[in-house]
């Protein structure tokens, strides 16, 4: 079995060929499987020379972007699917709506591809599943021992007190996070917590409808009703918008940023993350019991988590762009 950096995880054993979250639209690769629908992650869906497999939940949120979907094969939860001599099996990634992991089984041994993950229980997501497998290939998205982030009881607290003591000032408290994934977190939280309405941007409420498709209540007001407009008139309602949005900067509104990256910034920040920290990374690790760690998807942190790995774990581990593997058990 070989295992390299593609612009995407390539696997390859004998003549077959898959490649995991191809980053490129130039593939040589037939067979693509992807493990959700966030934008640096999907791009596979663009290719229409390609056979593509995701959860339905992926392939709906791709396409209400616009996108259309051509050789696509939907994956469930636990079943497998075979291409020639490698055996998929898709699990939660604990990530956002329809994110999976992927366990890769060749003859040579089993790899388990997290993409994005989050172990910890979300409200409108199951955390993600440890696998036993021959090698781990972990998303290092916070890959630091920098990166431990508050209890979620704690962030929620914060986060409704300051909305509440922004209205209270006479102006509109804004959360910006992405659009898919934080933000709907975002809304249950305030749903569950508070009585304050919630305003949901368009692009927010778009992905919000496929949320609630698949059973995840949310309450909400789309920015674009009357409703919404008295809301805002009366100061009486927090609004959930994509971050990168410039439109609120206006003395009636005051907008803070919800992302894990929340920790390093100085700006108004919550840190509520859909992606595991740094201790649960390293948890999730020792639990799948891998021989080996290839680390991506994190730049610098690649290389900050594999010697983490092998100097606290005692198990090798790089970043997969370094080298291709060859393995077999």
């Given at each position: 079995m070989k295992i390299a950096w593609r612009n995407g995880v390539s696997i390859r054993y004998k003549d077959t060929r898959i490649i995991l979250d191809p980053q490129s639209r130039c593939l040589t690769h037939e067979v693509a499987f992807i493990t959700?629908?966030?934008?640096?992650?999907?791009?596979?869906f663009r290719i229409n020379y390609v056979s593509k497999f995701s959860s339905e939940e992926t392939m709906k949120l791709v396409s209400i972007e616009g996108v259309t979907i051509r050789k696509w094969q939907?994956?469930?939860?636990?079943?497998?699917?075979?291409?020639?001599?490698v055996e998929v099996i898709p699990h939660s990634s604990g990530h956002v709506l329809g994110s999976y992991?992927?366990?890769?089984?060749?003859?040579?041994?089993?790899?388990?591809?997290?993409?994005?993950?989050?172990?910890?229980?979300?409200?409108?997501?199951?955390?993600?599943?440890p696998v036993e497998c021959d090698i781990l290939i972990i998303d290092s998205t916070f890959g630091?021992?920098?990166?431990?982030?508050?209890?979620?009881?704690?962030?929620?607290?914060?986060?409704?007190?300051?909305?509440?003591?922004?209205?209270?000032?006479?102006?509109?408290p804004v959360f910006q996070a992405?659009?898919?994934?934080?933000?709907?977190?975002?809304?249950?939280v305030f749903n569950e917590y508070t009585n304050i309405p919630v305003i949901s941007h368009w692009k927010v409420s778009k992905i919000n409808k496929i949320y609630e498709f698949y059973g995840h209540r949310m309450k909400y007001v789309d920015v674009r009703t009357e409703?919404?407009?008295?809301?805002?008139?009366?100061?009486?309602?927090?609004?959930?918008a994509p971050k990168r949005l410039g439109s609120f900067y206006s003395?009636?509104?005051?907008?803070?940023?919800?992302?894990?990256?929340?920790?390093?910034?100085?700006?108004?920040?919550?840190?509520?993350?859909?992606?595991?920290?740094?201790?649960?990374?390293?948890?999730?690790?020792?639990?799948?019991?891998?021989k080996l760690v290839l680390t991506y998807h994190g730049g610098k942190f690649n290389h900050i988590l594999a010697k983490y790995i092998e100097r606290k774990l005692n198990i090798k581990s790089y970043p997969i762009n370094l080298i291709p593997t060859d393995f077999s058990s």
């Open positions: 959700h629908a966030h934008v640096d992650h999907s791009r596979a939907p994956l469930v939860k636990n079943k497998k699917t075979v291409v020639e001599d992991e992927f366990e890769v089984t060749t003859p040579d041994g089993t790899v388990l591809f997290t993409g994005d993950l989050n172990t910890k229980h979300e409200r409108t997501v199951d955390p993600a599943e630091s021992p920098s990166f431990v982030f508050p209890p979620d009881d704690l962030i929620i607290k914060e986060m409704t007190e300051w909305a509440k003591k922004i209205l209270s000032d006479g102006r509109i992405d659009p898919l994934g934080n933000a709907q977190e975002i809304i249950r409703d919404a407009y008295d809301l805002i008139s009366h100061r009486n309602a927090v609004i959930v003395p009636g509104f005051v907008s803070a940023f919800v992302s894990g990256w929340a920790l390093k910034f100085r700006r108004k920040s919550f840190p509520l993350s859909d992606h595991a920290d740094f201790p649960n990374l390293i948890e999730f690790i020792s639990r799948c019991n891998p």
